[in-house]
């Protein structure tokens, strides 16, 4: 393959980090022109030295100055604001867009890099949570691949090269438990933010961890596993694997099933999808059979972990609704996270705002936008109200 040109949203998170590391590791293949940061405008400077980076965006402008004076003896061109972001992700320097962006915030640079035409490495799983139907269609009009960073739709992306058109059973999508899989209702139920944060295998940024100790992300993943693969949902099984050894899995029609492996390592999927369709060197742990003991598999308990449940409805009732559940979880997770409300509080919320945000059966992009304010706005005061 040729040198890739990246443009990499979100760099100073976890997943951002992880893809510089491979950076690191392939400089003759991968080069930097955009780096971008919500708030870390200290390590986004660092990065933008280091990697020699054409263009830094600083999204709050409350720290455009203070990185615009870092960089003002290099040659780094520096931005603010998402307007910035999705100008620049559409220029003719980048190759290919990594959109590790947090949360809702990761649609709209996403939709302006396909419209654009750039290959998109998507880590960012609310864009098609709550946009899935829009994005996938607009990426098939301009012909964009969309390759999935999330360790578990790689690994259900690699399942499937070679298939040959195959048809698919079922997807197995695998999910560790997180902290609390072998927790009582009544123990959750006291669940602090200190404890939902020790996630036992994936070190991860804070949202996510929390989403990982509800289940919630793998109710996202549920839903981004639809639109990516086309499958129902009635297709795709949630299975829970404490050791994170199989990353997801693919049975076939014939009933062969196919299984992805690895230590958890993000670095791993991101260099695939950086690197797709090449497999390339890479300095990470590699697998020992013979000292992996047993892996283990069970069933996911939906009374304890209800958001999986309402993931599943979400994606069933459709049209705005998978938005509207986003939107809603990311309110109640950051109250969580300030400790202004309770572990199940979290989906007592998201079910509110799904009983009371209006219904939009085929919701065009604008309705994306309206259904994600009016949920955070309804979230929001019913935490105030009454949590």
Same mark, same amino acid.
């Given at each position: ?6 443009? %990499?949203? $979100? ?20 080069? %930097?022109?955009?780096?971008? +940061? ?19 965006? %600083? ?11 870092? @960089? ?18 559409? /220029? ?10 947090? $949360? ?17 490495? @998507? ?7 709550? +946009? /899935? ?22 690994? %259900? ?7 040959? $058109? ?40 804070? =949202? ?9 992300? =793998? ?15 009635? =297709? ?5 694997? *404490?050791?994170? #050894? ?28 950086? /690197?797709? *369709? ?39 009732? /459709? ?15 950051? +109250? ?5 409300? $309770? ?10 705002? #799904? ?24 979230? +929001? ?7």
């Amino acid at each position: 393959m040729g040198k890739r040109i990246l443009a %990499i949203l $979100g760099s100073t998170g976890s997943i951002g980090r992880q893809a510089l590391e491979v950076v690191r590791q392939h400089p003759d293949l991968f080069e %930097i022109d955009l780096l971008t +940061a919500n708030n870390n405008s200290r390590l986004l400077v660092e990065q933008a030295l280091e990697f020699d980076a054409n263009n830094v965006v %600083i999204c709050n402008p409350d720290k455009y100055r203070e990185v615009s004076d870092a @960089l003002d003896s290099s040659l780094v061109k520096t931005f603010c604001g998402m307007d910035s972001v999705c100008d620049l992700v559409s /220029g003719d320097t980048v190759d290919m867009v990594l959109t590790a962006m947090v $949360g809702f915030s990761g649609l709209r640079s996403t939709v302006a890099a396909i419209e654009a035409g750039k290959p998109i490495a @998507l880590a960012n799983k609310e864009t098609l949570v709550a +946009a /899935g139907g829009i994005v996938m269609k607009l990426a098939e009009d301009k012909n964009v691949p969309v390759l999935p960073v999330d360790s578990e739709h790689s690994a %259900i992306f690699q399942c499937l090269q070679g298939s040959n $058109g195959a048809p698919v059973r079922k997807i197995h999508l695998t999910a560790s438990g997180g902290p609390f899989r072998t927790w009582t209702k009544e123990q959750l139920e006291k669940a602090t933010r200190k404890e939902a944060l020790k996630h036992p295998n994936w070190k991860m940024g804070e =949202k996510i961890t929390i989403d990982s100790a509800t289940m919630m992300n =793998k109710g996202l993943e549920i839903i981004e596993a639809k639109w990516l693969f086309g499958v129902s949902p009635e =297709k795709i099984n949630v299975v829970v694997h *404490p050791e994170s #050894i199989i990353h997801s899995m693919v049975e076939y029609a014939d009933g062969a099933v196919i299984a992805q492996l690895g230590h958890p390592d993000m670095k791993e999927p991101i260099q695939y999808a950086l /690197g797709y *369709p090449a497999r390339l060197e890479l300095d990470n742990r590699k697998l020992d059979f013979a000292s992996l003991g047993s892996l283990s598999f069970h069933a996911p308990d939906f009374d304890r972990f209800p958001a999986l449940r309402i993931a599943y409805e979400s994606i069933r009732r /459709g049209g705005n609704m998978p938005c509207v559940m986003n939107a809603a979880n990311e309110i109640a997770v950051a +109250a969580f996270l300030r400790e202004k409300i $309770g572990f199940y509080d979290i989906c007592d919320t998201v079910e509110y705002c #799904i009983e009371h945000v209006p219904f939009i059966a085929e919701p065009c992009l604008e309705d994306i936008f309206s259904s994600n304010d009016e949920a955070a706005a309804i979230a +929001a005061e019913y935490i105030r109200q009454n949590l």
